[in-house]
């Protein structure tokens, strides 16, 4: 199995930038894709940004413009920049590691005061 471990949460105002960053174990990281996920209190988990093993990357609608998810074979690690931050945007943020199986991270809160 690969652990995961997310870091870069914190407490931001509206509009401002945080910079999440997941590290994972293992040997598999740059042949896996990496997503994003988050989940605001009372709602589903959901898919906000993913990247494939050859760069290609995806996103949710509402933060399109606005996150940009990278990753660094070198360091195994996948990062999240998030810019223009929104109250909207609160919840909690989970790595993931897509291979023939799947690994999650423990989590990194975010919260957006307005």
């Known amino acids: 199995q690969v652990q995961l471990v997310e870091s870069g949460g914190g407490l931001v105002q509206a509009g401002g930038s945080l910079r999440l960053s997941c590290r994972a174990s293992g040997t598999i990281f740059s042949i896996s894709t990496m997503g994003w996920y988050r989940q605001a209190p009372g709602k589903q988990r959901e898919l906000v940004a993913a990247?494939?093993?050859?760069?290609?990357?995806n996103y949710v609608d509402s933060v399109k413009g606005r996150f940009t998810i990278s990753r660094d074979n070198t360091k195994n690690t996948v990062y999240l920049q998030m810019n223009s931050l929104k109250p909207e945007d609160t919840g909690v943020y989970y790595c993931?590691?897509?291979?023939?199986?799947?690994?999650w991270g423990q989590g990194t809160q975010v919260t957006v005061s307005s």
């Open positions: 990247i494939t093993r050859g760069g290609n990357t």
């Open positions: 993931n590691l897509q291979y023939d199986f799947s690994s």
